[in-house]
């Protein structure tokens, strides 16, 4: 018997010290990875190491953005923070808001990072892309002014700005100075709200794998593609308004959205971007909009503001 047990110690030792060697040689080389890591990244990366949980992604309204940009390729993952070095966070992504909050936020996890700055502070652009929203948010709750940069599935969202200095349509390159950090919308102090969404779903902004997996697929469409481009034409957001009796359709973008009922004749709208369709008495409703080379059919409900924004400019038939 104890030689048995002399035996089967004999064989299984060497198999745990190897074990026990290769998991420290591991996590020696996983420790070393995180320096090399963009800072933004390394909260997520640190929380995988040391077996917490992070919640690295909010599926917030799948319905909030539908559609998808434009891509045109360069950095499509958000690598870098808007706000200066050193910004404090007065509100993380995935927190629920409390007692402090609005009463229509609270209980809601928040699907971005808040940057306590000043009014005024440079906020910059974390990603290459197009500017597909650039003005005032009249969805509830508000980000007031806001920014959206989207790069085929990724999109980027700056809320809260004092001033705006893109416009939409625009190309921008990661860096590039987009605003001025404010305290407009639903806000209870200065402060920049950032988000990313992937897909439309929220993300956390300093998790990258889920936009790098994103911007892969869409540089391997656009490379069998024969370059930049891919994307629909429309770009669908949807936001709650304050009334729950009102509705409204608004056209956004770089050209007119034509909006009519399915499959039947009657009226064509024809909205210029930043003109509405007021729904109030209709919704719900079924509609048919186009722009951009693009037609749908979406639904609008009531207490709903659906913004469509054209991401195109159509050429005229010859």
């Known amino acids: 018997m104890r030689q ?8 299984l030792l060497p198999g745990f010290l190897c074990m026990g060697l290769f998991y420290v040689v591991m996590r020696a080389h996983y420790e070393a990875a995180e320096g090399s890591l963009p800072l933004p990244a390394r909260p997520a990366y640190r929380a995988w190491l040391e077996g917490r949980f992070h919640p690295d992604l909010i599926v917030e309204d799948a319905a909030a953005w539908e559609g998808e940009a434009e891509y045109v390729g360069g950095r499509c993952v958000p690598e870098r923070l808007p706000v200066p070095g050193g910004s404090p966070i007065t509100l993380d992504f995935g ?46 709750p508000s ?52 988000e990313v969404r992937v897909g439309g779903r ?27 481009g891919g994307g629909g034409g429309l770009l669908i957001r949807r936001a709650a308004l304050p009334d729950p009796g009102r509705s409204a359709l608004v056209a956004a973008g770089v050209g007119p959205v034509r909006v009519s009922l399915p499959g039947r004749e009657g009226p064509v709208w024809t909205l210029a971007p930043g003109e509405a369709l007021d729904l109030s008495g209709a919704a719900p409703v079924a509609l048919i909009v186009a722009g951009g080379g693009e037609t749908r059919e979406i639904s609008v409900e009531r207490g709903e503001a659906v913004w469509v924004v054209s991401m195109r400019t159509e050429r005229p038939a010859p």
Request: aromatic fraction near 6%; proline fraction near 5%.
């Open 4 to 11: 048995a047990v002399g035996c089967l110690t004999g064989l």
């Open 95 to 140: 927190a629920v808001y409390g007692e402090g909050a609005p009463a229509e936020m609270r209980g809601r996890r928040h699907a971005g990072i808040d940057f306590g700055v000043p009014v005024g502070t440079p906020i910059q652009a974390t990603l290459d892309g197009v500017v597909v929203f650039a003005d005032y948010d009249a969805g509830w």
């Open 143 to 194: 980000y007031g002014n806001l920014v959206v940069i989207c790069n085929g599935p990724v999109c980027a969202l700056y809320g809260h700005l004092s001033e705006i200095r893109v416009a939409v349509g625009q190309r921008v390159e990661a860096g590039a100075l987009i605003g001025l950090s404010g305290n407009t919308g639903t806000s209870t102090g200065p402060h920049l709200h950032y």
């Open 202 to 228: 929220a993300v956390d902004p300093r998790a990258l794998d889920p936009a790098a997996q994103a911007c892969a697929e869409a540089a391997r469409k656009a490379a069998a593609g024969g370059g930049e």
